[in-house]
């Protein structure tokens, strides 16, 4: 019992830090910077990642343990890029649509968007289950770097590429994708795995209590987004937090089945790139 309430109490410590350190540097002159050339907040990135990385290094934790390994990558990597396709479900029946439904995203429509999760969260541990080992992964890593050159080469067919389309395809790989997932399914969910252990199996996947919690933080984070009383805006993006505690649920399953971050990494990085590099192109037209 003390074990588990020193993992949790580590946890909810470093998530509160990380939260009020944010919550500072987003009325800083800088962010303003980082954002109008940038598109994106690389010292607000680095504090996401540095915090657990730091607590990790003082307490000298395994790595592999917080799935910072690349074994068996070549299958990883696999799971990965499925995971990427799965995602175009909640994004396309999910956020494009809820706005055509009338319904706030980060409200009531995140309550559709979840569902839509769900289903993606469903057909994910499907496909999980029926994975086979991979011997060569050229064909993967082709696609994937076809699909983070396209918004660019996008935009520059289109004379409208510029530093924060090409920062946005790095930012959000790099930190809303592997950062994320460092923080949340790698940190988060592996801290709360040595306490609680994985007594639990479903569907070939062997979790526990860490995979919960570390959702459910992932969704709180998501609604403290918009929670930034010192620029004006005080409101808690509730259906985003519903809708980002089923997804955190699908990218933790992933990190259960495979032991490492790479397919969640590539799960959550790759359409995020994409995607948000894609809307920034279009804002400017």
Known sequence: MKDKALALLEVVLVFAVMQFLLARWSSTAILQWEKQHLGWSYVGATLMVGIPALVMWLARRNRAEYGLSLANWRTNLDIGMKGYLVAFIPYVFGWLIAPDLGLDPLRLGGVWIALTEAIALALMVW??????PVQSARKNVIIAGLCLCFPI?????????NAVIVSTVFWQLVFSGFGEEFLWRGYV??????????PWRLFGIQFGAGLIIASL?????HALNTFKPAIGFSSLAWGWALSSFVAGLMLGAMREKTGTLLAPGIAHGLPDAVGEALTKMIDLL
Do not use: D, K, Y
Not at 127 to 132: D, I, K, T, V
């Open 127 to 132: 496909m999980m289950s029926r994975q086979r």
């Open 153 to 161: 080469a996008f935009a520059l067919a289109m004379g409208r590429l």
């Open 217 to 221: 933080l992932f969704g709180a984070q």
């Open 189 to 198: 969910q592996s801290r709360l795995n040595q306490a609680f252990g994985r």
